[in-house]
């Protein structure tokens, strides 16, 4: 034997060896395995969410919020621009306008958010006072300033109409989804969830979640954490403004509060739905909205209390700069709450909103609840913190305050989810399915085994070797990758052991031909595997595409049964066609055979 065969015969025991250690950790509960190995090989084959049962959700990402919230930013910014446009700022001071200045500008030149067609077309409307500022605007200036903008109509009037661009709408709902999807795996993560499937479609908008495994009684707060949209922001309450002239006469079971400040409150169990159902009807200027907090229960009128605010519609620092949230207590109460730091540039911006802003409410909303509304009493940095209202169980606050440190922690969608479907998959049955299945591929694998010791004697051998090292090997790259294993998988793995059989098919009947014209069983096995390698390399390279477009545009068990596809075909080459060849060239050149026997 030559140095290359035992360099050869090294790389097989190698991979043998290494495939065998990934492996042994995922069956441990058979074979137990030392702490040094798992150690050292970390991850495991996970069962799937067919095979171990747990949960399975589908989200609609609400990507017209997305867009809706993103149009409201520009608007902002082009209101601020119009100031330059038409002279009231400099340029240099465009992101220090104060609120005077800002409805100076407004007098003259108001920039208004308009929905038309339902909503298909996100709209910016520039309306003038007169025709002089009108005229500074252009094309040009919009194409220069706001990308995604086109001037729909109105150049040269009073009444401009901006919309967003067709491609850039693509865009955004694109984006929406797939920041979606790496926050709700990031969420998935921190409560420690093991394995989660998150699958994002950013053509139909849906966010497939599979949770194998979980307990039953923790998926509703799993649901809970992850359709959160935790968007974080601080706005200033208007209580200079005054505020009665928005309110109509409430329905029954809203009242208005006509003291100091306006505001509409309501109690009882439907409070809130109450109070959000009155606000739609109510004209609320453009740059203001109202927003719904706690206050203190009152028993005579239904016990939970909730009230609204008056506030400007632009945050001027919001979550996106959170750098850290813990649980905290209140030192006063001992209530549970939620302490937060700002990066640099977070804590900048507070410190803006808060100095300009002292002896003002500072509305802390997180979605469209108003968690408090302190009055500013000093500049504030980048320390802030989150009551949860003192009006609930403390246990209840404790539990909210640490699901809530969760998801701003991992982050905050970027749009609301609206459940689609929702799948509860027991154990029961996903055992059921995984014993008929893998009894199923079991019989299969040795119906193969045997077929093929018996009609290629020694040759056929050799190939159940291999069927048998490739599917360690398969299984041993599962493992050191962490991979899910589903039901698929497992029709995957069956279809693995037929394809690497066709490939030693091949390769025995090149070597029976030419054993047939005479030649010695050595050059009868170079020669074969010199033929066949073609044969075995398109073959497996065709199955590889389908295998590739199944994985890119396939979905859970569909992407899960191409992983496998693909993992197998690598392995099954491995094998097939060079460990094979090790172990031929050990029986014909080692053990110099004059016969081999080949069926």
């Avoid at 060896?17 to 190995?37: E, N, Q, T, Y």
């Amino acid at each position: 034997m030559d140095r290359g065969w035992y360099f050869r015969l090294a790389i097989v025991v190698g991979s043998s060896v290494l495939g065998f250690l990934a492996l042994w950790p995922s069956v441990d509960r058979w074979l137990p395995c030392p702490d040094i190995v798992k150690e050292t090989f970390e991850n495991q084959i996970n069962p799937g969410l067919d095979i171990k049962g747990g949960l399975r959700l589908m989200y609609e990402v609400e990507v017209d919020e997305y867009i809706r919230d993103r149009r409201d930013r520009i608007a902002e910014q082009v209101q601020r621009q119009c100031g330059v446009l038409i002279g009231v700022v400099p340029e240099e001071e465009i992101d220090d306008i104060d609120r005077p200045k800002l409805d100076e500008i407004r007098q003259r030149c108001k920039v208004e958010r308009v929905d038309k067609d339902g909503g298909a077309v996100r709209a910016i409307r520039i309306t003038f006072s007169n025709q002089e500022d009108a005229s500074k605007l252009s094309k040009t200036w919009v194409k220069d300033y706001f990308r995604d903008l086109r001037v729909a109509s109105g150049v040269g009037d009073l009444v401009v109409d901006l919309h967003m661009r067709e491609e850039q709408l693509a865009n955004m709902r694109e984006t929406a989804v797939r920041q979606s999807e790496r926050t709700i795996t990031n969420r998935i993560d921190s409560m420690g969830v093991l394995e989660p499937t998150v699958i994002a479609r950013p053509n139909d908008g849906d966010i497939i979640i599979e949770i194998p495994g979980a307990q039953e009684s923790s998926f509703e707060r799993i649901k809970s954490i992850i359709s959160r949209t935790a968007q974080l922001s601080f706005k200033i309450v208007d209580d200079e403004s005054d505020s009665r002239a928005i309110f109509t006469a409430p329905p029954e079971g809203v009242y208005l509060n006509q003291g100091t400040q306006t505001f509409a409150e309501a109690f009882g169990e439907d409070a809130r739905d109450s109070l959000r159902t009155y606000i739609a009807t109510l004209a609320v200027p453009d740059d203001h909205e109202l927003s719904i907090g706690r206050q203190e229960p009152d028993p005579e009128r239904g016990g939970e209390g909730w009230r609204t605010y008056y506030m400007y519609r632009v945050a001027d620092a919001t979550g996106e700069d959170l750098d850290d949230a813990s649980v905290g207590f209140d030192p006063q109460s001992g209530s549970p709450e939620v302490d937060f730091t700002m990066n640099s540039r977070g804590a900048s911006r507070m410190a803006d909103l808060t100095g300009r802003n002292i002896g003002k409410r500072m509305a802390i909303v997180l979605d469209d609840r108003v968690e408090s509304a302190p009055v500013i009493q000093g500049q504030i940095g980048g320390r802030g913190r989150i009551t949860l209202g003192a009006y609930q169980d403390r246990n209840e606050l404790l539990q909210e305050a640490k699901d809530l440190v969760v998801v701003l922690q991992a982050g905050a969608l970027p749009a609301p989810l609206r459940p689609a479907n929702e799948q509860l998959i027991g154990p029961t049955l996903g055992q059921d399915s995984v014993r008929k299945g893998a009894v199923a591929a079991l019989v299969g694998i040795l119906a193969v085994l045997v077929f093929m010791a018996f009609y290629y004697q020694v040759a056929g051998l050799v190939a159940d070797a291999m069927v048998l090292l490739n599917l360690q090997l398969l299984l041993g790259v599962m493992s050191g990758i962490g991979a899910t294993l589903t039901l698929p998988g497992v029709a995957a793995i069956a279809l693995t052991v037929g394809m690497a059989v066709d490939a030693n098919v091949l390769i025995t009947e090149r070597i029976r031909e030419e054993l047939r014209l005479g030649k010695s069983p050595r050059s009868a096995v170079e020669q074969g595997y010199a033929r066949a390698y073609s044969s075995v390399f398109d073959s497996q390279l065709t199955t590889a595409i389908a295998g590739i477009v199944l994985w890119q545009f396939g979905t859970g068990p569909i992407k899960g049964f191409a992983t496998m596809l693909l993992i197998g075909i690598g392995t099954s080459l491995f094998t097939g066609t060079f460990c094979s060849k090790v172990l031929f060239d050990w029986l014909v050149r080692g053990f110099r055979v004059q016969r081999l026997r080949v069926g």
